[in-house]
């Protein structure tokens, strides 16, 4: 689990780019690219280094009128994942 307070922000060299060939989001990082579904979309869009956690999953709550526990243990889980294939940093 992602503590509330942890900040998550893109490394440099990532960011994610509209593919308009492939009419999708994608990810980019150097020499890798990972498609997005729009629940990955949704949630990467709100990442910009200065929200926390707990921020972020507040306002995708309250976006898409969901539990914010649930979109926290989703977007942990995602987060995570990136952050394990360093395409993603958090600062505590």
Known sequence: MIAPGAIPALP????IHFDKL???WVL???????????????ILSEVDGKSSF????????????APQDQIAADSAGFLGALR???F???AP
């Open 22 to 24: 492939r009419d999708t």
């Open 88 to 90: 993603l940093d958090l």
């Open 28 to 42: 980019l990082a150097p020499e890798r690219t990972v498609t997005l579904d729009p629940v990955a979309h949704a």
């Open 12 to 15: 440099r060299g990532v960011r």
């Open 54 to 65: 707990g921020e972020i999953t507040a306002r995708l709550a309250d976006r898409y009128a």
């Open 84 to 86: 394990d294939r360093l």
